[in-house]
């Protein structure tokens, strides 16, 4: 081939992956709806789906669909969690700080407990799953992405991360069986949120490091397992969020040639009936119709998501995903603060309801796009130099090394597929006005 022979441009990451950002944006908007039309303008809200888990859902499929793949490509686990951290951290830190700081004026609510266990929960994240309410009423999904997380890094080290499609489906399974037979948590107390708090710090000390990291590595993924299934305020939910997750991870697969697609349909019917005859149910949002309607109306976004990826996308709804986890975190606290300043709207004229919800919604989004861009984003900037910085100066040593998270044979330097990552799904389950729902 002649050296003037032009050559294709390979498409830049974001372009590939915009269609996400888009998913992302509209997985945002249908929580900050579900959060905003009860205090607003409650007779707009739909109840023949759920817009929180109809957003919930289409998040996780993304998650589930680009955090394995990123990981594998990326081949450095150490590279993986200091840009999960530095990506995930200063921003729920800071919330956290001004929940705290507000808190003389709108109290930190009652589910969070007034003791350590608290503090253990929030510094790994996993709020849900030790049964431990979050500062922020929106900090619950990430429990489930940690959870994620931990049995992904286990199954990379492990070689076991091409095993999506059968996960998806035992984890649908376990999610049937679970709401059969469990009421509730049984691992209750304090105590889970203080043990796995000391195993999270350690365990993640020696996957970074580099020290026994795929034991260490098991002994996390089997650490959230556990907590999932035994100790989560919702266990059926929590097994049926992972079954959705490891399907979008099973769609990829399947899109790359890779694997099937019968694992994600098993799963979804599975996932479908989940609650109908579960012993810790009876919310509106989980009777037949309301769920099959949600669970089908988040698999045709993801769908036409997939459907339109590689075309120019509204320029708008990409930003919203962009944004979507400065907005995931800060809607509801601002929401909050607002009514505290309005009163009560909800018997307001319908004028002045559609009136102080635009001006709601404006200040969210002016919120989101500054915590954006002035922590959320110069600390991804900064995670992603670090973690360039520290895969590039211990390849040589980690290459050497079996089972020691990097795939030989894969580029050390940073792909651009972390920064285009999930951006974490916001409470959609709640909704704060006495519709019965259980996570509050």
């Known amino acids: 081939m002649s050296a003037a022979t032009p050559q294709p441009a390979k498409p830049a990451p974001v372009a590939r992956l915009a ?16 959060h905003l039309l009860p205090w607003f303008l409650p007779a707009l809200r739909p109840y023949w789906f759920n817009l929180g888990v109809y957003g919930i859902l289409v998040f996780f499929l993304v998650s589930g669909y680009i955090i394995p793949t990123s990981l594998e490509r990326h081949g450095d686990v150490r590279a993986f969690w200091i840009s999960r951290f530095f990506r995930l951290y ?9 929940v705290l700081a507000l808190a003389w004026w709108v109290p930190v609510r009652e589910a969070v407990p007034r003791d350590g266990s608290a503090v253990a929960a929030h510094a790994t994240m996993l709020l849900d799953v030790v049964s431990v309410g979050g500062v922020a009423d929106t900090m619950w999904t990430l429990s489930y992405e940690m959870v994620f997380y931990l049995l992904v890094t286990a199954l990379f080290l492990t070689r076991g991360h ?35 708090c000391a195993v999270f710090v350690v365990g993640l000390g020696c996957v970074v490091l580099g020290r026994f990291r795929t034991a260490a590595a098991c002994v996390l993924g089997l650490m959230g397992l556990v907590l999932l299934l035994l100790s989560s305020r919702v266990p059926w939910l929590g097994a049926a969020v ?12 399947w899109e790359r040639g890779t694997g099937s697609l019968w694992p994600v349909a098993v799963a979804t019917a599975l996932v479908g009936i989940s609650p109908l005859w579960a012993i810790e149910s009876g919310w509106w949002w989980v009777r037949a119709d309301v769920w099959l309607t949600t669970i089908a109306l988040a698999g045709v976004t993801f769908a036409g998501g997939m459907a339109l990826r590689g075309r120019r996308l509204p320029r708008v709804l990409v930003w919203f995903g962009l944004i979507s986890y400065s907005l995931y975190l800060v809607h509801h606290p601002v929401l909050k603060y607002f009514v505290e300043i309005t009163g009560d709207l909800r018997r307001a004229d319908l004028p ?30 900064l995670g992603r130099r670090l973690a360039r ?29 972390l920064r285009q990552e999930e951006r974490q799904m916001p409470d959609g389950v709640r909704d704060h006005v006495g519709q019965g729902d259980p996570l509050r």
């Open 19 to 34: 269609w996400l950002d888009a998913l992302r944006g509209i997985g945002a908007l249908a929580v900050v709806a579900e």
């Open 352 to 381: 002045y309801q559609v009136g102080m919800a635009a001006l709601a919604v404006a200040v969210v989004l002016a919120v989101s796009a500054l915590s954006y861009r002035y922590v959320e984003k110069p600390a991804q900037d």
């Open 162 to 196: 091409d095993r999506s499609g059968l996960l998806s489906v035992l984890f649908a399974v376990a999610a049937v069986v679970v709401g059969l037979i469990a009421p509730g948590a049984v691992l209750v107390g304090g105590w889970p949120a203080y043990v796995s």
């Open 242 to 253: 992972l079954a959705v997750m490891f399907a979008g991870t099973a769609i990829h697969r």
């Open 389 to 417: 910085r520290l895969s590039d100066r211990g390849a040589g040593a980690l290459l050497e090394e079996r089972g020691d998270g990097r795939v030989p044979g894969q580029d050390a330097g940073h792909d651009g597929v």
């Open 90 to 98: 200063p921003l729920y830190l800071a919330v956290i700080v001004l």
